[in-house]
Every structure is written in C-alpha cells, then in structure tokens.
C-alpha cells in the first residue's frame, strides 16, 4: 500500500489542522493505521492509531486534543489537531499494517508501511 500525507502548514498555537493520509489499494479497511511525528533532534514519536475496527489510540501529550478517523469509502485517515501548541511542531508521518497487533501499535517498528511526512509548525 502507498500512503499520502497531506495537510500540513504554519499555525498559531491555539489553532488547528487537519491532516490526511490517502491510501492506495482495495485491503484499506483491513489495514490499522498510525500517526507518528519527529521534532528536529528527536526520535520518532507515537502520536494516535486507528485499527481495522476503528478503535482508537493515542499520546498521552495529544489525548483530549487530537482525534483520528478514517473514511473507508476514501481510502483515507484523517488527524484533527485542535488546541496546537508549540510542542507539537514537527514533522508529521502515517504509517499503515494489516497485521499489526495491539500492543504493538504505539511502536513504529511495527508498521510496514510509510508515507511522506507533512511538516507542521506551530508559532506562538
């Protein structure tokens, strides 16, 4: 499967985006798909999950203020980051498994699959 990430931009903190992640490939619904970010100078960080039956997953440092959806019929995930901070500045990838398990779904490692990540930067 390749994966596309879009909607990423300069925001003030307190804003808002909205990040996609389309899909190619009839097998989307099976897939389980991750959000991870990478800050300059930092290692790749968990951000949310969505798994194959639309239970969702997410960061302690996101929870309450990112929610992550996916519109099967689009072959598309969906990141709405609300109430941004500085903190969140970095660049944002989607990651997709069909067969990744769930306590597995917070580590990279685990996804086969990547998209190109779309930067996001956060301005005070």
């Known amino acids: 499967v390749q994966l596309q990430a879009s909607g990423g931009g300069l925001v003030q903190a307190g804003g808002y985006l909205r990040l996609s992640c389309a899909a190619s490939?009839?097998?989307?619904?099976?897939?389980?798909l991750g959000w991870f970010r990478q800050a300059p100078g930092k290692e790749r960080e968990f951000v949310a999950a969505?798994?194959?039956?639309?239970?969702?997953f997410y960061a302690d440092s996101v929870k309450g203020r990112f929610t992550v959806s996916r519109d099967n019929a689009k072959n598309t995930v969906y990141l709405q980051m609300n109430s941004l901070k500085l903190e969140d500045t970095a660049v944002y990838y989607c990651?997709?498994?069909?067969?990744?398990?769930?306590?597995?779904?917070?580590?990279?490692?685990?996804?086969?699959?990547w998209g190109v990540g779309t930067q996001v930067t956060v301005s005070s």
């Open positions: 990651a997709a498994d069909r067969g990744i398990i769930q306590s597995s779904l917070r580590n990279a490692d685990a996804y086969d699959y």
């Open positions: 969505i798994r194959w039956n639309s239970h969702t």
């Open positions: 490939g009839d097998t989307f619904r099976s897939y389980s």
